[in-house]
């Protein structure tokens, strides 16, 4: 069974940075798997931010270009999101996600392992 535990969330000012980690457990990192990152404010859809794949391969939203960092240590199982340069738009809830590329780059209908999620407030 696929566990993915969320930390790191928490208020900033606009121009700040957080780093999100995910613990995952219960994964296997076969060929074709990612674990990732998506988003969702209040009102809005949910939506990906960042991918990482079993060859530590990175993806990244346009949002997040430039400004995010994805990362994957195998030794402590987990899978981190840098977020530098924090906007008041970022604001959301920020969840992990682990399931086969093509369903993580489909969109959240198609994911089948999340996390609780961890929210991240940015204030102007």
């Known amino acids: 069974q696929v566990q993915l535990l969320e930390s790191g969330g928490g208020s900033v000012q606009a121009g700040g940075s957080l780093r999100l980690s995910c613990v995952v457990s219960?994964?296997?990192?076969?060929?074709?798997?990612?674990v990732g990152w998506f988003r969702q404010a209040p009102g809005k859809e949910r939506e990906g931010v960042a991918t990482?794949?079993?060859?530590?391969?990175?993806s990244y939203a346009d949002s997040a270009k430039g400004r995010f960092t994805i990362s994957k240590d195998n030794a402590k199982n987990t899978v981190d999101l840098q977020l530098s340069s924090l906007k008041p738009e970022d604001t959301a809830m920020y969840y992990c996600?682990?399931?086969?590329?093509?369903?993580?780059?489909?969109?959240?209908?198609?994911?089948?392992?999340w996390g609780q999620g961890t929210q991240v407030t940015v204030s102007s």
């Open positions: 996600a682990a399931d086969l590329c093509w369903r993580l780059v489909q969109g959240p209908g198609e994911v089948r392992d």
């Open positions: 219960g994964y296997t990192w076969s060929s074709g798997s990612c």
């Open positions: 990482i794949d079993s060859g530590g391969n990175p």
